[in-house]
Structures are given as structure tokens and as C-alpha cells.
């Protein structure tokens, strides 16, 4: 359990640290999730952005619609936000979390708007499957194990090493738009699962959320994780967090 714990302090504490990161203890956060917030003029009808943007909850239908955060994603750079799964409405969790550049047809007509999930130029995660959907919605396997949670009697072993987000967890979502790299990386509960998409440098994206069941509701979170406490106090006295390794050591932690 040590490996993990070291990694994320890493990754945080490099986060915290580094004038590059978007949202970081260098200046005194204003808002969840580092300054981003949900974008109540961009999103589909079936979603409203609550408290001031900190929360998106889904009003009504079954299928899978996106609300889009503000700002864009600062190019040259790494962004974080975090999102806290408080209700997932069904038996399964059906959400996606992930970038998108925000030219699908999230609007729509009345519920029949398109998903990021499902849209060209969108990087999203699968809560329900741990799959990445890319390319217009084709999937790959990224997060551990098989199968979606709750398991079937008979499916005991499946849950062995198994990682799906659901209600009560968290889910990080860090953008290294640096120059050269072009990278998003997941953490759950605060462990990061590495690389999960390849993305653009060099073009407009956004992180986005895409809900499903009437009654779902997420938040962006305020404080990133228990280890970033120090850098959270540190923002808030508008002063610099202690520094931490180096962001390429960081990176490569897990």
C-alpha cells in the first residue's frame, strides 16, 4: 500500500508546486477543482449546473449527456480537477469523465443531444466498464479488471484487483498539455492509473462529464486529495507550498 501512497504524494505535491499547473497553490483557488467549473452555456438540456457551477446533476432520460467545464484547458501546461461521484441514481454506475474538444452536438434536440463518449475528439473514461471511449466511441480497456460492478453470485473473482468509480469515490483527471507530451491521466481515490489517452497540444479542449440516470450528481471538488492538504493551506494563506520532486519524476509515478 506504499507505492501507491508515495506515488500520489508525488504527483501531488509536484502539482502543487509547479508554476505551470493550472489552478495550483500559487494563487488561492476560487472555485472546485482548481478554478473549473461547470459551464451552465454549455451543456445538454437534461443536465443543470448548480452551485454556482461547483455541480452538475441530471434531471431526466437514460442516455448518456454531456455538460463541458470552463475554462478551456491552458495549452503549454497541466491542468487538474477532480470529480466526486455523490450519487450515481442506479444500480450501476453509468458516467463517463474525461477531455473533449466540444464540437459534438451536445445540445441537441430536446434529449436526443450526442455524447462526448460517443463524439469525435473526445477522451472519456467509462465509470461502468473502466473502458476508454475514443475515436467516435471506440473502446479500450484501461482501468484493472473485468466485468462492472456489483458482480454477478459466481463472479467473486472478478472483483479481485478490480477498479470502477462509483457513488462515493473520486476521480482526477490530469492534463499535461506541455510541449512535446499531449497526455491525460486518471486517479481514483487518489491512485493514479498512468496514461490513459494521447491528446491534442495544440487545440481547443475542455474536461467533460457525460450523466446518464435521472438523479445522478457530481461535484468538482475543492480539495484535490488528503495528501494535497498542505498546498490547499498553503493557497488559502496566499503563500508556495513546498516543493517536491522533479515533474518528469512525478509524471512517471503510480
Known amino acids: 500500500a506504499g507505492a501507491p501512497l508515495c506515488g500520489i504524494l508525488a504527483l501531488m505535491c509536484a502539482l502543487a508546486c509547479c508554476p505551470g499547473v493550472s489552478g495550483s497553490a500559487g494563487k488561492p483557488p476560487t472555485s472546485g477543482g482548481g478554478g473549473f467549473l461547470f459551464d451552465k452555456a454549455r451543456k445538454h438540456a437534461t443536465i443543470s449546473v448548480l452551485e454556482g457551477g461547483r455541480v452538475a446533476a441530471k434531471e431526466e432520460g437514460e442516455d448518456y449527456q454531456t455538460v463541458l467545464l470552463r475554462p478551456e484547458a491552458p495549452r503549454g501546461e497541466r491542468s487538474f480537477v477532480e470529480f466526486s461521484i455523490e450519487k450515481q441514481a442506479a444500480h450501476q454506475c453509468f458516467m463517463a469523465f474525461g477531455v473533449s474538444d466540444g464540437e459534438h452536438d451536445y445540445v441537441g434536440d430536446g434529449v436526443d443531444g450526442r455524447s462526448a463518449l460517443a463524439a469525435q475528439g473526445s477522451w472519456m473514461l467509462s465509470t461502468h466498464s473502466g473502458k476508454h471511449y475514443h475515436d467516435g466511441g471506440q473502446p479500450e480497456q484501461y482501468l484493472p479488471g473485468e466485468g462492472t460492478v456489483p458482480f454477478f453470485p459466481g463472479d467473486d473473482a472478478k472483483k479481485l484487483g478490480s477498479v470502477r468509480p462509483r457513488e462515493g469515490d473520486k476521480v482526477g483527471l490530469l492534463l499535461d ?16 492509473h498512468g496514461v490513459m489517452a494521447r491528446v491534442p497540444e495544440d ?9 446518464s440516470d435521472a ?10 486529495h488528503p495528501p494535497d492538504a498542505a498546498a490547499a493551506a498553503a493557497a488559502d494563506q496566499g503563500t508556495e507550498a513546498p516543493r517536491g520532486p522533479p515533474a518528469e519524476e512525478a509524471a512517471g509515478a503510480r
Do not use: H, I, K, M
Open 203 to 211: 487545440r481547443p479542449l475542455y474536461f467533460a462529464a457525460d450523466l
Open 215 to 224: 438523479g445522478q450528481r457530481v461535484s468538482v471538488t475543492r480539495e484535490l
Open 177 to 192: 498539455r506541455s510541449p512535446g507530451l499531449g497526455t491525460l491521466r486518471v486517479l481514483v481515490n487518489g491512485a493514479d
